[in-house]
């Protein structure tokens, strides 16, 4: 925490911004998070079990720091890109793995907010990977329309359960294939609900691109501030003259 906090600030201050007028910092994490305890779970993850990390990066970097799932923040930022404020909007993103294979991110966002559930997990999908050894032998057009198979099996009972108006995926990992995958998705999503819903969800692709995590952070960091306004004016290290 002490090394993260030290490259913030050495960024900051490279830009030429002294770090006293950080207002506040927003930062994602690819765990859960309660409260600013933060879980991260995996074989190719080290293990963390609640760790304080809000608490700890603010008392570091003394201004106001809050720490997100980074999906829930992907889903922020679209939420903000689309205008869908208003829209219970169910997030999806593919990011790569370590070992070859590509992961399911999820998020529910209700009227701008992200759902977190009671332990952190809110918006989750169960397994939501694809193993290495399913994607290895595919060509790349045949790896994306598999990817599309596997991410609707997944999703599939979600979007039953949350019954969204709108359905966004972020598939930037897989490039020029975006929209094929896409157009398989969209397919085998609508072709697994027929007769389950009166009227599918909207599919589309997400429109924050690779910065939708930071995005995300600089809004969620925002909002603090307007939960918070007495921290502009009596933070430590400030400037109290603006």
């Known amino acids: 925490m002490a090394s993260l906090a030290e490259e913030l600030s050495g960024w900051t201050e490279g830009l030429g911004y002294p770090w006293h007028k950080v ?15 933060v879980s991260v779970l995996g074989p190719t993850l080290p293990t963390w079990l609640r760790v304080p990390a809000q608490e700890m990066l ?19 930022a679209e939420g903000e890109t689309g205008g869908w404020g208003e829209e219970i909007l169910l997030f999806l ?6 070992v070859g294979d590509v992961r399911f991110g999820a998020s529910v966002l209700i009227q701008g ?14 397994r ?3 193993p290495a050894e399913e994607l290895a032998d595919l060509p790349p057009n045949q790896r994306a329309v598999h990817l599309a198979k596997r991410l609707v099996e997944r999703v ?12 966004i995926v972020e598939a930037g990992c897989l490039g020029k294939l ?4 896409m157009h398989h998705f969209q397919h085998h999503l609508r072709a697994s609900l027929r007769g389950e819903l009166p009227t599918s969800p909207r599919v589309g692709l997400a429109k924050s691109g690779e910065f939708g995590v930071a995005l995300g952070a600089a809004l969620a960091a925002r909002r603090q501030l307007i939960k918070h306004p007495d921290h502009l004016l009596d933070r430590k290290g400030g400037d109290s003259r603006k």
Do not use: C
């Open 23 to 37: 207002a506040a910092v927003g930062i994602g994490v690819p765990g859960p998070v309660v409260r600013g305890e």
């Open 58 to 76: 603010a008392r570091e970097l003394q201004t106001l720091v809050y720490v997100s799932h980074d999906v829930h923040l992907m889903a922020l």
């Open 93 to 98: 993103a593919l990011r790569p793995g370590l």
């Open 113 to 126: 907010e992200p759902y977190w559930g009671a332990h952190g997990n809110g918006g989750g999908l169960y």
């Open 128 to 130: 939501a990977f694809v």
């Open 156 to 167: 599939l009972p979600a979007v039953i359960l949350v019954d969204p108006h709108r359905v």
């Open 178 to 181: 975006a929209d094929k995958f």
